[in-house]
């Protein structure tokens, strides 16, 4: 506040302005059916005017280190797997504790050590981008052990004889080690594809940086 003996002159209001890409990011987590948490040692309309901008599903304010572990905690023991996203000394704890904690690259050492993922840069987007990509290797693996167990269960039984009586038919050796091979060939060229994976693009449109003031000044004139 900025006052002239009894006369007010004006006022300075300052806040942290989220980065651009997290609403976004928060979208796209929920959309995967994700629900998200936010823990903060914040006071509780600082964190709810975050969560009501961000669209975060539930916002937990005032919340101190250890806190954060018990929630945690509270979350795994209703059988729901916990991913943890932090970036400070506060944030060790719980990330620890979660079943996938990921550390911001910027953030500090000990929370860097905690966690299970270490995103280079400071972006949630990256958070999501890793979740993606776990997902789509999870997809991979089970079409990879599908295949390979169709393949093998009808190569196998073709390889011991199973047609011949009826047909004829007979694998020689060279023909079922070289079937054997296409059968890895399959499998690898399939992992093969993860290669050419793309995470989430970033929508620029979405950009709330451009949208928010980081410092907003409103001054009074005497007289006016």
């Known amino acids: 506040y900025f006052a002239e003996e009894d006369t007010f002159l004006g006022i300075t209001a300052v806040a942290d302005v989220p980065k651009g890409t997290s609403r976004q990011a928060v979208k796209r987590f ?9 823990l903060t040692g914040d ?12 669209g975060i599903d539930e916002a937990v ?10 929630r945690i905690q509270e979350i795994q ?3 729901r797997k916990v991913g943890m996203v932090g970036d400070g000394v506060n944030d060790a704890p719980a990330l620890a504790r979660a079943d996938v904690g990921i550390a911001i690259g910027a953030g500090t050492d000990v929370a860097i050590e905690s966690a299970d993922i270490v995103l280079i ?11 993606e990509l776990s997902n789509a290797t999870i997809r991979n693996i089970k079409q990879n052990l599908f295949w390979a167990f169709f393949y093998n269960s009808l190569g196998i039984p073709i390889a011991a004889g199973l047609l011949y009586p009826a047909f004829g038919i ?14 890895s060939f399959f499998v690898v060229t399939n992992a093969l594809r993860l290669r050419r994976f793309k995470p989430t693009a970033v ?9 928010v003031e980081p410092v907003s000044v409103t001054w009074v004139t005497p007289g006016s």
């Open 170 to 183: 007979k694998l020689t050796p060279v023909i079922a080690a070289a079937a054997m091979s296409m059968s």
């Open 203 to 211: 929508e620029k449109s979405d950009d709330i940086e451009q949208r």
């Open 121 to 131: 840069k400071s972006d949630l987007m990256d958070a999501v981008g890793a979740m």
């Open 61 to 70: 304010s005032e919340v101190l280190p250890q806190e954060k572990d018990s």
């Open 30 to 38: 929920k959309e995967m059916g994700v629900k998200v948490v936010m």
């Open 77 to 79: 023991q209703q059988g």
């Open 43 to 54: 006071n509780e309309k600082t964190a709810e005017a975050v969560r009501v901008q961000m």
